[in-house]
């Protein structure tokens, strides 16, 4: 497919998942490219070795579906102990307690974005959306009809929210307040006292905030993670989450939409009533999945997190440290959680590649490699790499990205001729 082609694809349609354009940028491979593919642009862990599910989530399954118990279906907002397990395993890190009935399941975290935007939506409604972000907000804002309007993350700042922008934004119409911590796609993790002051906003704007913590937990700098429900008295918190990274089950598609107010400014019989009907529209994760949760996170062994997180910790500093001896590229902070970077791309610097979208192209084609161009997040000329690989690969495929740098940077070019 030509350059040209794709750039077109992607301005005129109304977004881009991450998806559609890493299968465009496969469809880019040069077949008589002899070097391995190396996957560095999907959030799924599980394409390496090196990362797997805890031995006791496979148990649970088995042991589920092998009792025979759970191949109807189950109730529409998710089965009782699954809900009631979600439940105590979010409570632990609340100053109060959330019941079975402030948990919904939902099939992954995406459904949960949807569930939370279709309950928030109504005519003339507008959500605010980080820039960087995840684009299945844009994709369900714009089937929902919400119009979006997009506050900036701020990468001199470790990508904190520019809350002065998110108070310019907002108006009576707005209808949710969106944070995704810890971040994707910058790998961001914001302190107790950032969360306080996005809280405090969203109180003053008297909108709600969506709290994305797929990521949850996932963390390895300075700041601990702290779940934006604990200012949940504060404001209401609709907090979105799934088993995918944390357990890397992503296949599994076993998420979670919780209601955090236990002030009951969002809660009322009516909105709960709305949800539970939505829900009745919805399939949700197998139902010998959601009978496997309680197992899985009651005997989940605190090692196999930490065997995670030192494993993404080894390989966030792998791309920081060999990031920084790549000329044309710049990685703003090093990452202190989730599983990606977000890379400033001096295009400048370079004679023969236009933009973000032709380097990935380019890179894929050239060096068998994949990364995702930063216009599928919201910034152009940056590029977001996915750092959930195994040392190794990842060793090989940042310095195949070196290479192609170096091949097409104007003093090297220049230097050639």
């Not at 999907?42 to 990362?51: A, K, W």
């Not at 919400?146 to 506050?151: A, D, K, S, T, V």
């Not at 944070?179 to 993790?189: A, K, L, Q």
């Not at 959680?337 to 380019?362: P, Q, T, V």
């Amino acid at each position: 497919m030509e350059n040209g082609s794709v750039n077109h694809e992607m301005e005129t349609a109304s977004t881009i998942t991450i998806k559609g354009i890493l299968s465009l940028l496969m469809q880019n491979l040069d077949e008589n490219n002899c070097k391995r593919l190396i996957p560095l642009g999907m959030g799924d862990p599980t394409l390496y070795s090196c990362f797997h599910t805890t031995h006791v989530a496979g148990q649970a399954v088995v042991e589920a579906l092998q009792s025979d118990k759970f191949n109807g279906y189950s109730p529409t907002v998710g089965l009782p102990q699954t809900r009631r397990a979600i439940a105590e395993y979010l409570s632990c890190d609340l100053p109060y307690k959330l019941s079975c009935d402030d948990v919904f399941i939902t099939s992954g975290c995406t459904q949960a974005i949807d569930v939370a935007l279709a309950m928030l939506a109504r005519p003339g409604a507008n959500v605010l959306i980080p820039r960087p972000g995840f684009p299945i907000y844009e994709l369900c804002a714009t089937f929902r009809r919400l119009e979006i309007r997009y506050y900036d993350l701020l990468p001199e700042n470790g990508w904190e929210v520019d809350l002065d922008s998110v108070e310019a934004l907002a108006d009576q119409n707005t209808v949710g307040f969106v944070i995704i911590n810890p971040g994707n796609p910058c790998g961001n993790v914001y302190s107790y006292q950032h969360l306080k002051k996005i809280a405090e906003t969203a109180e003053k704007l008297k909108i709600p905030v969506i709290a994305d913590e797929v990521y949850g937990h996932l963390v390895f700098g300075d700041n601990p993670f702290v779940p934006m429900g604990v200012f949940g008295s504060m404001v209401p918190v609709l907090t979105l989450g799934s088993l995918s990274k944390r357990w890397i089950v992503p296949g599994w598609r076993l998420g979670w939409f919780v209601i955090n107010d236990p002030s009951y400014m969002f809660k009322n019989p009516k909105i709960i009533e709305r949800i539970k009907k939505y829900f009745d529209i919805l399939g949700g994760p197998a139902t010998f999945i959601q009978a496997a949760v309680p197992r899985i996170i009651e005997q989940t062994d605190n090692v196999f997190f930490k065997k995670t997180i030192n494993t993404l910790k080894q390989t966030s500093d792998i791309c920081w440290d060999m990031i920084k001896e790549i000329p044309c590229l710049t990685c703003p902070q090093k990452p202190q959680g989730s599983m990606a970077a977000m890379i400033k791309l001096n295009i400048s610097s370079l004679e023969d590649i236009s933009d973000d979208i032709d380097f990935c192209f380019r890179l894929a084609k050239e060096e068998s490699v994949i990364i995702l161009p930063g216009t599928a997040v919201g910034l152009k000329n940056w590029l977001r790499i996915t750092f959930a690989a195994d040392p190794q690969s990842l060793k090989e495929a940042l310095g195949r990205l070196k290479s192609f740098c170096k091949r097409h940077t104007k003093l090297m070019l220049q230097q050639q001729q």
